[in-house]
Structure formats: C-alpha cells, structure tokens
C-alpha cells in the first residue's frame, strides 16, 4: 500500500509540475513560447483524464478483451475516449497557431 501511494505522491507531483511549467509559459511574452506552453498545458490535462479513469476498484483491463472479464472490472473507455479528441483538438489547434505565427512573423502577407 505504501509503495503505490508513493508512487501516486510521484505521478500528481509530475502533473502539478507540467502545468506550473505550462502555465509559466502561457504567460510568456514570445508568441512560441505560448504555444509551447498550450502544448505543454494540453499534455497535462491528458494525463489527467488517464488518471481520472483509473479506479482502485478495477483492474486494469481493456474493455476489447472483455470476454472472460466481469464489467465491474473493466477500465472505463471514456477517458480514453476524450484524450484521443483532446489529442486531435490539440494538434488541430497546434497546427494552426504555428502557421498563424509563421504568418505574423513574415508581416501578414500571404
């Protein structure tokens, strides 16, 4: 028991750390820094969602090989689900600010 609390102790600290660190840059004068900060900010918040769909209760078991598991057991697919569309948001979202600031740096001529 105590050996997975400290490990939990390691693994919300990290987290806590990647959004300090994020939000340092957000706050940052320099266009790149900020969007480094977004992506950053956005790898946080996807951990988070793994973590929020594991339970002390369940094993960890994919709801694909479900065949000989009980459901009470299963992992929960939502919080996958939602970090597989925060990754493609974010990347959407990546893609767009850099050309926007590749853009701004040339003078907004297209």
């Not at 569309?85 to 590749?102: D, E």
Request: no cysteine; hydrophobic share 55%.
């Amino acid at each position: 028991m105590a050996e997975s609390t400290l490990s939990n102790f390691w693994i919300v600290l990290g987290l806590g750390l990647m959004t300090s660190a994020g939000l340092r840059l957000v706050l940052e004068k320099p266009p790149l820094k900020r969007i480094f900060g977004l992506t950053v900010l956005s790898h946080a918040v996807n951990i988070f969602l793994l973590l929020a769909g594991i339970s002390s209760t369940r094993e960890l078991h994919p709801a694909v090989l479900s065949g000989i598991v009980p459901f009470e057991k299963l992992l929960d697919p939502l919080p996958q689900a939602l970090i597989l569309t925060s990754i493609v948001i974010n990347f959407g979202l990546l893609a767009y600010l850099l050309i926007y600031f590749l853009t701004a740096e040339r003078g907004g001529k297209t």
